[in-house]
T-cell receptor, first 115, second 112 residues
Framework: KQEVTQIPAALSVPEGENLVLNCSFTDSAIYNLQWFRQDPGKGLTSLLLIQSSQREQTSGRLNASLDKSSGRSTLYIAASQPGDSATYLC??????????????FGTGTLLAVQP | DAGVIQSPRHEVTEMGQEVTLRCKPISGHNSLFWYRQTMMRGLELLIYFNNNVPIDDSGMPEDRFSAKMPNASFSTLKIQPSEPRDSAVYFCASSVPSYEQYFGPGTRLTVT
């Protein structure tokens, strides 16, 4: 059974710092991995999608990496800003040998960037 | 595109009443998902549809919950009768199969 873990559960950093959020999954048979952001009282916003054949994806100050063999992904945020404060969730799409849509979510990392 | 649209955004109802949540997916997306989020249990997938057909409803907690997708642009999640423990935020999401999922703003349900 695929399990997704995010460590740490909460993180507080001063503005301007570079930071890394971690995501681990137990089964390397995945189709893709997706990083989301959730602001309080809001829905999830998709940040980056990495296909299983890719090693990383970049969008602005965000860079996500994927190492399937070790079951790990990281989300790197450069030059953090108070507006980056949110909960960050990773989710994997397991590969069952055919088309599947059932994302498995981690429990999230609550990020606070202090001005 | 307006994104995934959900209504109502907030719903307060009394125990025993029927609740209907609505979702309009992004045009062209033929996969639709219903999730529930609580502090205690996090984000849970309730059911998902491909091409309007329910594929996996193993997350639907009880027979009190039902979901329909009569056409490609509309889905409902119904709870009848509602109970206080159903209080949560319910999200609808849509995607092209096996690609990025896009979430709606959610419906915050409070059952008193």
């Amino acid at each position: 059974k695929q399990e997704v873990t995010q460590i740490p559960a909460a993180l507080s950093v001063p503005e301007g710092e570079n930071l890394v959020l971690n995501c681990s999954f137990t089964d390397s048979a995945i189709y893709n991995l997706q990083w989301f952001r959730q602001d309080p009282g809001k829905g999830l916003t998709s940040l980056l999608l990495i296909q299983s054949s890719q090693r990383e994806q970049t969008s602005g100050r965000l860079n996500a990496s994927l190492d399937k063999s070790s079951g790990r992904s990281t989300l790197y945020i450069a030059a953090s800003q108070p507006g980056d404060s949110a909960t960050y969730l990773c989710a994997v799409l397991p590969f069952y040998g055919g088309a599947t849509n059932k994302l498995i979510f981690g429990t999230g990392t609550l990020l606070a960037v202090q001005p | 595109d307006a994104g995934v649209i959900q209504s109502p955004r907030h719903e307060v109802t009394e125990m025993g009443q029927e609740v209907t949540l609505r979702c309009k997916p992004i045009s062209g997306h033929n996969s639709l998902f219903w999730y529930r989020q609580t502090m205690m249990r996090g984000l849970e997938l309730l059911i998902y549809f491909n091409n309007n057909v329910p594929i996996d409803d193993s997350g639907m907690p009880e027979d009190r919950f039902s979901a329909k997708m009569p056409n490609a642009s509309f889905s409902t999640l119904k709870i009848q009768p509602s109970e206080p423990r159903d209080s949560a935020v319910y999200f609808c999401a849509s995607s092209v199969p096996s690609y990025e999922q896009y979430f709606g703003p959610g419906t915050r349900l409070t059952v008193t």
